[in-house]
């Protein structure tokens, strides 16, 4: 008998159902688990450098494998490996956020396996994510101006999903140097943002050219802080003028609300005074564009009681702020709204035949021409997911809580006599060291302060990273705002935390 | 009775599994629905732009919302702005693919939520991903330079999943330009591709700051193409002749397998050639270089009989390709392999002290050092569920269906003397014309094809789109590598292009 050729078959519908039903269940379970028997997980996976690399074979299967098999090694090779950002005793970085609603819009959107390139190419993928955000603006108390509003595609402004704040800074950048270039002004551009920035401003710097590597002072300014470690107004005023008399274009501005370090947030209203100031006296200078990344803080702007930090915003070009870190949507999702969407576009749009199509002639909304990548996937049904499951309300008392939780873990601390808390609190981040003992040199303290994070780690109960403020103090920080963190957890962190000390 | 505050709950477990299993469900059955009755299913969305934005209230809701009533909306709001990409008889553009395994790694990806910015913050994110590019760049015929191999850790070249091919090109130029500083080039670089190129080459120089605009025609060389619309290398070898000439530095070459128009294919070896020669009489001038953007044909190369497509890969810098087009991943998934992860790193790494710990010190890879994001999904797993639940002979022949029935339609449209194949066939796109009648002016000619482009989108029981070559001929492009399409559909495809024409 002759062999037949391998075939092609899917996998059937009855098999998606059952494998389906089944991750389903996973998740489920594996959700449950984190937040009922937190102690059944260690955080931290404990495997070495190489060990999952070497445990899987060097080349693809040639043949079909059972799906049994490959769920198997879910659990055999891949969950040792996982450090578990949901677990409720997570406190590093800045959390991850993740809900059912959420998942079940990742889930749809792969599903659909639509392209929303183009306003033709699935209308509801671009519209549905223009009205959510809107909605999501309107939330956070953005001004009109960076909303679609009711002429969705004659306004001025407009939101987009772009992955991630990187992605942002570096779609601001570009924007904003073509609106430079459009105003004459070519060369030697400069970006401005604060010590305790995010890198990937710096990063996203190099990557537009803007500057010749991550040390490139002389076009990525990296402007003093003061106390409390927001931006310095007048450092920045001051250095805008230098840049001004060697010549040099002042292209954008980075203002950070909330930063990753110790969640400092810099005055955006004292920042656009700088601004006003500086070019009321150069009117021939193209003016800056403001670019304000609310990256893990955006999420709080849901609660009115912190509107303050934005105070300032409608002197702003964009903002951005990304729900998949603390508003219950899974990565990626990160929110960018401009009042200048004609900016981003020109600097960003490039039409070859094969693209060309009546909607896109007649004025429609292309996303592709709002970042780097042309594909794209139906995002925003996450988002609205979210939004609807939860409400605004339910939003705001889960944010509510964690604020809570981070104060009553402020309070303690405050309250044990071998603690700091080094930085002023402004949401859900607490920062503490270990109290230099009378007499310790600032380096034994550290030492001790570092010790203590690393034997918490150890112990793998809770997982919580560090930074170095500026002076160099070593401190552990606290970031509270876990899917499944309630305040219940941060008391047990406290026990675990001070226990140790 | 006092009120209370609003609560924050998450999703119950009870609700998340009937939720989600209804999801399955409802994936299953659009499949299923696409499949077995194709017609049922309009492919493009007939909605007038801004009819979904106003179906839509706009601010989110206060309270929460019942599951049911936004399921409903899925249905109500949601579906009729579809254009069905996953539909059998969608030819238009790239095909973007999508399988139930796919859809479960996006699923599980979503679910455990975990970052994989750093290998610390979950090894097996990492360590999954750098096995499963080995596995991929394996299948296709990758030297083993461009692998992890054995000593993953300590190999020079390696691969890493980007977003799109539009963020890959990105990252090489990014690192060309990084190596091309160290040599002590520092300004006046220059990207050459050839006319028929994506347009996200020109774009991402842009982006880059390689090039001014759009239309920076000294930063960007868009290189003459031969009959068969492959990039020239005497025109190549030309034009950096005389950019060396004039103090320009040659930056990086893009190449393209597979020309989003016609497929078209450049020759690598001898474009390689070309760089051999001419820097070999300018030992001082930094060597450009050499990006692959395979993005659609890449797929093909799990097929020993298209390796004469990567002819010469060994001389290149970096390639990529997208298993969400043709290889049954859903978007996104751009697979990157350079030879030289230290070029590229070298230009994307910043390390503040909020990401430092003792594993990247140690020298483990580190993903986010190879992108502009700074965080990442966990997207190994949808490959590792399709290369295992496929297999690679059942990925061949999937492959295998699409290029014959492109076969059987290349030799359906010859064989009618109204058509004309317009384009050399290399893989699963046919580009179809209507031929001149005699004494008929090309632009009569174009009008008619034009014409049969529209009534047969019109008809809206195939989609396919158009582009115009060189010279000006509209062709119809029917690009023949949908999830779900298999021979028949191609055929019905064709008789219905027959009895329209």
Known sequence: MEQQPPRFDHMSPEQFRAAGYAMIDRIAAYWESLQSRPDDTPIASRVKPGDIFASLPPAAPEHQEPWDAIARDIDALIM???????????????????????????????????????????????????????????????????????????????????????????????????????????????????????????????????????NDAT????????????????????????????????????????TTSTTAVDNLHDIAAVIDRTFASHPAAPRPWLHVDAAHAGAALVCPEFRWLIRGIER????????????????????????????????????????????????????????????????????????????????????REHVRAAETLEALARADARFDVVTKRTMNLVCIALRPRPGESPEDANARTKALHHALNAANRILVTHTILPGGRYVIRVAIGGSFTREAHVLAAWEAIRSLA
């Open 80 to 214: 040792p490996g996982i450090t578990h950002w949901q677990h409720p005793g997570f406190f590093g970085f800045f959390p991850a956020n993740n809900s059912g609603p959420s998942v079940l819009g990742e889930l749809l959107s792969a599903g659909l396996g639509v392209q929303g390139m183009l306003w033709a190419t699935s209308p509801a993928a671009t519209e549905l994510e223009m009205r959510v955000l809107d909605w999501l603006g309107r939330a956070i108390g953005l001004p009109e101006s960076f909303l679609f509003g009711e002429r969705p595609f004659e306004s001025p402004g407009g939101g987009v999903i772009q992955g991630t704040a990187s992605e942002a800074a570096l779609a601001a950048i570009v924007a904003a140097r073509g609106r430079a270039q459009r105003a004459g002004a070519h060369a030697d551009f400069v970006v401005y943002t604060s010590t305790q920035a995010h890198s990937s401003i710096t990063k996203s710097a190099v990557v537009a050219g803007v500057a010749r590597d991550m």
């Open 219 to 258: 076009h990525v300014r990296l402007i003093d802080v003061d106390e409390d470690l927001a931006m310095r107004p007048d450092a920045l005023a001051r250095e805008i003028a230098i840049d001004l008399a060697a010549g040099r274009v002042p292209l954008l501005i980075a203002a950070t609300l909330g």
């Open 316 to 399: 702003a070009d964009s903002f951005c702020f990304n729900p998949h870190k603390w508003l219950l949507t899974n990565f990626d999702c990160d929110c960018f709204w401009t009042r200048d969407r004609a900016a981003l576009i020109n600097a960003m749009s490039i039409t070859p035949e094969y693209l060309r199509n009546a909607a896109s002639s007649a004025g429609t909304i292309d996303y592709r021409d709002w970042h780097v990548p042309l594909g794209r996937r139906f995002r925003s049904l996450k988002l609205w997911f979210v939004l609807r499951h939860y409400g605004l309300e339910g939003l705001r008392a889960y944010i």
